[in-house]
C-alpha cells in the first residue's frame, strides 16, 4: 500500500488516469488531492465522480475553485464567463457530487507518514494547532445551516491580516483566504492578492508565504497546490509544492508519501494564459 499526494487537476481527468497509470495505482493505494479538483480543464464532473468514488482511499482538501463551485452551486455568485463549471452545475448528479465537496476539509494531516496539507499553504502566523482549529471554524459552517450564507459572505479581500479578536463572516473569510489564495505575505501576516507569478514578482515587503520564518517549525512537511509558477519548487525541504500546472499544458504531479518519489506525466494544454 502507498500514499499519493496530487496536484491541482482543475477538471483534466484524462491526465490523472494517465498519472494514476504511471504510479501503478491499485486498489491498496491511497491518493491524497490537493484541491482545485475542478474548472478550466474540460472535464471536471469526471473528476469529481472518481475522487468521490474512492471513499475514504481518498483525501481532499478544498480549493479556491471548489469553493467558487459550491458557491455557485448555493446561488451565492453568478457564473459570468459560462466556465467550464457549467458542467457540474448541470449534471444529473449535482446535489450529491456537492453535498460530497462541502464536507471535505480545508486541511489534513497524517502523523505516521508526517505531513500535512492545505491547498494554498499554512501562514507563519498560525501554529499546526491554531491552523487545524481555524480550518475546524470554516468547515462547521460549511457542513452546517449556515453554508449558503458563509458563500454570500466568503468572496473579497478584507481583512487582510489576521487578529485573534476577529469575528463572524469577517474572521472566516480570512481564514479561508489563507488556506486557499495565499501566496505573498508579509512578516506581520498580511496577504497580498494580486500577484500569481514566480517568486520575482513580489511585491515591495511581500515575500513568499514558505519563506518567512516561523517562531517555531511545523511539526509536519508541508504539502500545498494553488501556486502553478512555481512548478513544484520552494527551495524548502519540508515544504512541497504540487501545482505543477496541468492545466497549462505542463504537468501533474504526484508525490509517494512513503518514499518521497515525484512522477509526473505531461498535459495539454485547456488554457493559454500565462500561470
Not at 491524497?32 to 483525501?59: E, T, Y
Request: with cysteine; proline share 4%.
Amino acid at each position: 500500500m502507498a500514499t499519493y499526494a496530487i496536484g491541482d487537476i482543475q477538471g483534466c481527468y484524462d491526465e490523472l488516469m494517465q498519472l494514476l497509470d504511471q504510479i501503478g495505482f491499485s486498489d491498496s493505494d491511497h491518493l491524497w488531492f490537493a484541491g482545485d479538483l475542478v474548472n478550466r480543464g474540460r472535464q471536471s464532473v469526471k473528476v469529481l465522480r472518481f475522487v468521490a468514488g474512492l471513499g475514504d482511499r481518498a483525501r481532499c482538501v478544498l480549493g479556491n475553485h471548489d469553493l467558487h463551485l459550491l458557491a455557485l452551486h448555493f446561488g451565492a455568485t453568478r457564473d459570468k464567463r459560462n466556465s467550464t463549471l457549467q458542467q457540474v452545475l448541470q449534471a444529473p448528479d449535482r446535489d450529491e457530487l456537492m453535498h460530497w465537496l462541502r464536507f471535505r476539509p480545508l486541511l489534513v494531516e497524517d502523523d505516521a507518514l508526517g505531513y500535512v496539507m492545505t491547498h494554498a499553504g499554512i501562514p507563519h502566523i498560525w501554529s499546526l494547532g491554531k491552523a487545524r482549529k481555524r480550518a475546524q471554524e470554516v468547515e462547521r459552517v460549511l457542513r452546517g445551516k449556515d453554508a449558503r450564507e458563509f458563500f454570500n459572505h466568503m468572496y473579497g479581500n478584507k481583512p487582510d491580516i489576521w487578529h485573534n479578536d476577529l469575528e463572524g463572516w469577517a474572521r472566516l473569510r480570512l481564514i479561508t483566504n489563507y488556506f486557499t489564495r495565499m501566496r505573498f505575505i508579509t512578516p506581520n501576516g498580511q496577504l497580498e492578492f494580486h500577484g500569481n507569478g514566480g517568486v520575482e514578482t513580489a511585491p515591495a515587503g511581500f515575500f513568499p508565504w514558505y519563506e518567512v520564518r516561523r517562531p517555531s517549525p511545523l511539526p509536519r512537511r508541508q504539502l500545498f497546490g494553488h501556486w502553478a509558477a512555481l512548478m513544484g519548487h520552494t527551495g524548502q525541504a519540508d515544504i512541497q509544492a504540487l501545482d505543477t500546472g496541468c492545466v497549462w499544458g505542463y504537468s501533474l504531479s504526484a508525490l509517494c508519501l512513503d518514499t518521497q518519489t515525484l512522477t509526473q506525466c505531461s498535459c495539454a494544454a485547456y488554457q493559454s494564459e500565462a500561470i
